[in-house]
Nanobody, 120 residues
Framework: QVQLVESGGGLVQPGGSLRLSCAAS????????MGWYRQAPGKERELVAA???????NYADSVKGRFTISKDKAKNAVVLQMNSLKPEDTAVYYC??????????????WGQGTQVTVSS
């Protein structure tokens, strides 16, 4: 079992920045992929950014150049730095750990989500 706890969400004006953090109960370096997803009202959950165990990066086209995903070894957390925020970035942001080794195979885990609202 892996617990993921997100923090850092809130209300910010357009053009502002937020830093989301996802703290894990197991070493993030044991997980194949760590990702951030988001879900806006009435829309499907979508990938925002992901980082692999080999430090490969993947970003949604809508956030390229504005968001940065990274690993914080000291805090055993995955961080999403969000700059130049737009109203369309408003959503609940979820952390996901993919391909976590367990007995007999692999398991994915989700955090509880943190609300990000971009509004003036």
């Amino acid at each position: 079992q892996v617990q993921l706890v997100e923090s850092g969400g809130g209300l910010v004006q357009p053009g502002g920045s937020l830093r989301l953090s996802c703290a894990a109960s197991r070493s993030i370096f044991s997980m194949n992929v760590m990702g951030w997803y988001r879900q806006a009202p009435g829309k499907e959950r979508e990938l925002v950014a992901a980082i692999t165990s080999g430090a490969g990066l993947n970003y949604a086209d809508s956030v390229k150049g504005r968001f940065t995903i990274s690993k914080d070894k000291a805090k055993n957390a995955v961080v999403l730095q969000m700059n130049s925020l737009k109203p369309e970035d408003t959503a609940v942001y979820y952390c996901k750990a993919e391909g976590v080794p367990i007995v007999g195979g692999f398991q994915d885990y989700w955090g509880q989500g943190t609300q990000v609202t971009v509004s003036s």
